[in-house]
């Protein structure tokens, strides 16, 4: 049984800072992409960063210079260092693994952890 299970979300003042987790276990972490998304209210979940199993890295143009995304494969774990919060950063943050083999596609979702940027 995958799970994914992200901490490290809570409250903090604009210009702060927040470390994200994310640990996985019941998969071979080490062959699966791994990527934060964030839904903010009233709005669609989208890709906040992605790190492939090779360690290459994305990130939305809103978040560049600011969030790093990093994995541990020893702990199974990745995380996202977000410096530079500001209130539009306020979103529930998804952890998700992928898999993809040939046409076959394998994917799986945490719960999100709450991240509020406010004074």
């Known amino acids: 049984q995958v799970q994914l299970v992200e901490s490290g979300g809570g409250l903090v003042q604009p210009g702060g800072s927040l470390r994200l987790s994310c640990a996985a276990s019941g998969l071979i972490f080490s062959e699966y992409a791994m990527g934060w998304y964030c839904q903010a209210p009233g709005k669609q979940r989208e890709m906040a960063a992605f790190i492939t199993s090779g360690g290459t890295t994305n990130y939305a143009e809103s978040v560049k210079g600011r969030f790093t995304i990093s994995r541990d494969n020893a702990k199974n774990v990745v995380y996202l260092q977000m410096n530079s919060l500001g209130p539009e950063d306020t979103a529930i943050y998804y952890c998700?693994?992928?898999?993809?083999?040939?046409?076959?596609?394998?994917?799986?979702w945490g719960q999100g952890t709450q991240v509020t940027v406010s004074s």
């Open positions: 998700a693994a992928f898999l993809t083999r040939g046409p076959a596609s394998t994917s799986y």
